[in-house]
């Protein structure tokens, strides 16, 4: 089993739609990270938590340490968020610099 | 926040030639790392590489085969060495944001071995 586990794999949407991707952890974390990538391959960090909820504009991010899940939503979607967006713990492992990632969700936003 | 810029940013290259592949930043920082995403896969960490010190290479990676450089605290060096087809990734560097946990990623090179 992996230690980060990214849901769902694939998810389409259309323009407008409330969108939630998932992640769970399964080890201890000092942190969590959503990144996102886009086809050319370049990777920027959308968000770090280490608890409660961080928004910045459309985008919300929400970590439960206890149950060790985190949640990154987009509000009112558009074809730009169309990307790769991956979930990213550091601090297993003792280092807090080391990240583990996800296999990363794959959104396509149709206009 | 930090600026990450990577050279090449593609290329197609011969099997059992090498390839450098240069990251730059635009601030200083302590710590940088690379990453291999194979097609399909999540990123892997190849190593840490700290300025005035061997770089880290995590399980599987090996110095022989991938060679980093960091000759100062806003620039390090990837070489992949004797390159397969099995080499074909993108590659990818990163830094530390200062002591705050987070990580500046640059924007990858693609690399395509024949």
């Known amino acids: 089993k992996n230690e980060v586990e990214q849901s769902p794999q694939n998810l389409t949407a259309q323009e407008g739609e409330f969108i939630t991707i998932n992640c769970s952890y399964s080890?201890?974390?000092?942190?969590l990270h959503w990144l996102q990538q886009h086809p050319g391959g370049g990777i920027v960090s959308l968000f770090m938590l280490s608890s409660g909820k961080k928004k910045h504009g459309r985008l919300i991010a929400t970590i439960n340490i206890q149950e060790k899940h985190s949640s990154l939503h987009i509000t009112a979607s558009h074809p730009r968020d169309s990307a790769v967006y991956i979930c990213a713990v550091s601090g297993s492992g003792g280092s807090n610099y080391k990240l583990t990632f996800g296999k990363g969700t794959l959104l396509t936003v149709n206009p | 926040s930090a600026v990450i810029s990577q050279k090449p940013s593609r290329d197609i290259c011969q099997r059992g030639t090498s390839l450098t592949i240069q990251c730059q930043v635009d601030?200083?920082?302590?710590?940088m790392f690379w990453y291999r995403q194979q097609p399909g896969q999540s990123l892997t960490l190849i190593a840490t590489a700290n300025q005035g010190s061997e770089a880290t290479y995590e399980s599987g990676f090996v110095i022989d085969k991938f060679p980093i450089s960091r000759p100062n605290l806003t620039f390090s060096t990837l070489t992949v060495s004797n390159m397969s087809p099995e080499d074909s990734s993108i590659y990818l560097c990163?830094?530390?944001?200062?002591?705050?946990?987070?990580?500046?990623f640059g924007p990858g090179t693609r690399l395509t071995v024949l």
């Open positions: 080890v201890g974390i000092s942190a």
């Open positions: 601030s200083q920082v302590t710590m």
């Open positions: 990163s830094a530390e944001g200062g002591g705050t946990d987070t990580q500046y």
